[in-house]
């Protein structure tokens, strides 16, 4: 059983040689200054404790061998304690034990305490399955126990509280009830947990007694320097203690407790004994202790530990030194928090003022800029960051790097900020040229490079450029892991994609987006307005109006937070096009209205403003009005305005004007967006059913166009919003409606009373001419275009003529719809 002074070996074995041995089994007991550190020391120490267990020696002074020969003649076991044994390697007193070990027989047991393993085999007992081992973590007390200790003293901690004492003090026994002692008088022991470490008195005094001062100088030495680091090896340890003390690190390992194995060579120090050695070395040479730091972080700088060397430096209090750490090795991105759980931002958050605005390179200040955006605080970051471009313009040199950050910090912030920069110029030309190498190594500013170039490209209405990038920038969020940068990447995705009218990747975008957590802890605080307009548009075209209320409340609150330019105008779009879905024409134009004079311009997107505006003209019943703002929109220039305009038209009582115009937009809606052109072929199925074109039957084969389009993005609210004329269609046509049951079943479209908005809708079907319903007819009976030429006496090309204008007076593609639809209409008698 090893351990640590303090962590209850001496108890727990007397705890089990009271309750758990036999009474029959004696017990040799040698502890304390009673456990021998000679070999005739502890054959004398035998001699006169056997006798005492009932086993008779004859002799006071017996020889090793003779005290084995008794040893190997007992009739029943006896178990010998060692407690507190710590032999010096290749003393004969281990010898001793393993000889005794090996000869004794099966009536001995011998129990062995110490801070280390002692000299003796016993890799070989485990192997042959007589060995058990006990060490410093089965003897570390559970968060139960260490509420069981603290009641004996009457203190009980709330579970929060209970569980911070014990990752603290790792379940030690004797920080458990020192902490417990100290307890006793405290008025608020929750508040005492929290101040609770390895610097507090009676643990410092503690481990001085049982530890420092116990160890000879080189090694009491070797403890203190190397404390003041999180983890040591045995080349650091030479590094911090002198190759003099240095050589003494494989003999710490060995025979002290405290130091727990992390492997490939590294090791630590329990918590509390670190944080006590770090408080012995302030106290007694305080200039060594900075002085070790700041060789720790040299150390660790040179063997690329770059956030061990910056935490050493911190410590040590060099500032500029952990500061120009992080700027050599383009670190920037690790302190503006683009990983995830990165310690960086936190270790160099408090950066001095003095340090930040009064040292004579730009690092400090630069890094101070990154730390204040992680944590929020976009005033502080841009104080901080226009002092370091001041000092780089009168710094000689190059400052490659410190310019490079600079210019990173300075893109974070146009990112999390409204800026208003428009195309690559919100890409300083710097980074136009970030070297390939360093991209690769730092996935993380990337991300960050390619997510800014996405959105000057958005800005700029390129959309499907934009989505290449902010895909690309999505690969390399997610390398670097951090989740302020991949749910950015993914909502900006998602509102590019619902932008060019693909709601069913958008909805897939947002859906691994919800996945992350909304509000991010670093940068702090930070929501992603993005997200959830794309959230709320794809819940408005699914007609899900509360959900896309919840959406947009959820983008103003970040835009609150954050305010974009871009996204405001989004917002509006979409909030403007849920009011008028809720029937709320009026306020969606006072929504549209709200846009500032200073804001800059971005013409696709005013268009598209527009068209929301004409759209809201429209539900008011105002005709004029939304001519002219369709007209300002482009005209017929554009399929989203030339379907608008046929709307007004035909709100002023004009349908054939309306008629050739919608015309016009299907032929020109090829590469228009899927909603755009789900609206037009509905809009013509309308005309069409009115009776405003001459071919009613195209009525059905426009709707079911706008059906089969809608299907694929789950497009709904082009239909909720022609639910008066529709119902009494589908009603009229169930056979039309019944392949998109999942389009329409939440519209409720085929349930009460066919109602109209006023226009007569009329039947969807031109009359057949006796030879196309032979054909029809043979058709039902699944012949083939060949057999029924055949039948009727007529060529192929004459059967495919009446095939293609039977399909266009039914309003069908397909012969099985044609026949599906023929029976429907009783068109094929009996």
């Not at 008779?56 to 178990?79: F, H, K, M």
């Not at 109006?545 to 959820?554: C, V």
């Not at 789950?714 to 039309?736: K, N, T, Y």
Request: net charge neutral; hydrophobic share 45%; proline share 5%.
């Amino acid at each position: 059983m090893t351990g640590p002074p303090g962590s209850g070996k001496t108890v727990t074995v007397n705890s089990w040689a009271v309750t758990e041995t036999r009474p029959c089994v004696p017990i040799v007991w040698m502890s304390g200054d009673r456990t021998p550190s000679t070999l005739d020391g502890l054959c004398a120490g035998l001699a006169a404790c056997l006798p005492r267990a009932g086993v008779e020696t004859g002799t006071e002074q017996a020889r090793p061998a003779d005290l084995t020969s008794l040893l190997s003649a007992l009739d029943t076991p006896v178990v010998l304690v060692l407690d507190d044994f710590r032999p010096e390697p290749g003393a004969a007193l281990g010898d001793f034990v393993t000889y005794l070990l090996k000869h004794a027989g099966p009536g001995l047991r011998i129990v062995i305490t110490g801070r280390s393993d002692p000299p003796i085999p016993l890799r070989r007992y485990a192997l042959a399955g007589q060995l058990t081992e006990i060490r410093a973590g089965d003897l570390a007390f559970s968060e139960h126990e260490i509420a069981a200790v603290l009641a004996q003293h009457g203190v009980r901690l709330g579970p929060a509280s209970l569980r911070a004492l014990s990752e603290r003090t790792e379940g030690w026994a004797a920080g458990v009830r020192l902490a417990a002692m100290s307890m006793e008088s405290h008025p608020d022991p929750d508040a005492f947990v929290e101040e609770f470490a390895g610097d507090d008195h009676a643990v410092v005094s503690y481990l001085v007694e049982e530890v420092l001062d116990a160890q000879p100088a080189e090694l009491r030495r070797l403890l203190l320097s190397t404390g003041v680091v999180d983890r040591v090896n045995a080349e650091l340890a030479a590094e911090l203690a002198g190759d003099e003390a240095g050589r003494h690190f494989t003999a710490l390992v060995r025979q002290n407790a405290f130091v727990v194995p992390l492997g490939h060579g590294w090791y630590r120090y329990h918590t509390m004994i670190r944080e006590a050695f770090r408080l012995v070395l302030r106290h007694e040479s305080p200039a060594e202790a900075s002085e070790l730091n700041r060789r720790a972080a040299a150390w660790f700088a040179r063997a690329g530990h770059l956030t061990e060397a910056v935490r050493q430096a911190a410590g040590g209090g060099d500032w500029r030194y952990a500061s120009r750490l992080v700027v050599d090795r383009l670190a920037i991105g690790r302190v503006l928090g683009l990983r995830p759980a990165d310690p960086l931002a936190d270790l160099l958050r408090d950066l001095p003022s003095d340090v930040v605005f009064g040292a004579r390179e730009p690092d400090p200040a630069i890094v101070a800029a990154a730390a204040s955006l992680a944590r929020g605080d976009d005033r502080a970051a841009a104080t901080a960051l226009q002092h370091a471009e001041r000092v780089l313009e009168h710094t000689p040199g190059e400052q490659t790097h410190a310019r490079l950050c600079a210019a990173l910090v300075r893109l974070a912030r146009c990112r999390s900020a409204d800026c208003a920069g428009n195309g690559d110029r919100a890409v300083p030309a710097l980074l136009l040229g970030f070297p390939e190498r360093l991209l690769h190594d730092h996935p993380e500013l990337h991300a960050l490079l390619l997510s800014s170039r996405a959105a000057a490209l958005l800005r700029d209405g390129r959309l499907r450029e934009a989505a290449r990038l902010f895909d690309a920038a999505l690969a390399a969020a997610t390398e670097a892991g951090g989740d302020f940068q991949r749910r950015s990447c993914l909502g900006h995705l998602a509102l590019v994609e619902a932008l060019l009218g693909g709601f069913a990747p958008a909805a897939e975008l947002t859906g691994r987006a919800a996945q992350l957590p909304e509000v991010s802890t670093s940068p702090a605080g930070r929501r992603v307005a993005a997200a959830h307009l794309a959230g709320a548009w794809v819940r408005l075209e699914r007609y899900e109006l509360k959900a896309a209320r919840d959406e947009l409340d959820r983008a103003a609150q970040a835009l609150r937070e954050c305010p974009d330019t871009l996204m405001s105008m989004v917002y509006q779009l979409v909030g403007a096009r849920v009011e008028i879905a809720r029937g709320r024409p009026d306020r969606a134009l006072e929504l549209l209205d709200t846009t500032g004079a200073a804001v800059p311009r971005l013409p696709w997107l005013e268009r598209r403003l527009r068209l929301v505006a004409a759209e809201a003209h429209l539900a008011r019943g105002a005709a004029d009005a939304a001519r002219i703002a369709a007209q300002r929109a482009g005209g017929t220039g554009t399929p989203g305005s030339a379907v608008a305009l046929a709307r007004a038209e035909l709100c002023r009582g004009r349908p054939a004007t309306a008629a050739g115009m919608v015309r016009h937009a299907l032929a020109e809606s090829v590469d228009a967006p899927v909603d755009v052109r789900v609206e037009a072929w509905l809009f013509n199925a309308f005309l069409c059913y009115s009776g405003a074109e001459k071919s009613a039957s195209n009525g059905r084969r426009s709707l079911g166009r706008a059906l089969r389009l809608a299907e694929r993005e789950q497009i709904r609210l082009p239909f909720a919003l022609s639910g008066e004329w529709l119902r009494a269609v589908l009603r009229h046509d169930p056979e039309l409606a019944r392949p998109f049951h999942r389009l329409l079943d939440p519209l409720h479209l085929g349930d009460g009373p066919a109602g109209t908005d006023g226009t007569e809708i009329v039947a969807a079907v031109e009359r057949l001419s006796a030879r196309e319903l032979d054909v029809l007819r043979l058709l039902a009976r699944m012949m083939s275009t060949e057999e029924i030429a055949d039948d009727l006496c007529l060529s192929v090309n004459t059967i495919k003529t009446h095939l293609r204008s039977i399909y266009q007076k039914l309003g069908v593609t397909r012969r099985t719809e044609a026949v599906r639809r023929a029976r429907h209409l009783s068109l094929l008698g009996d």
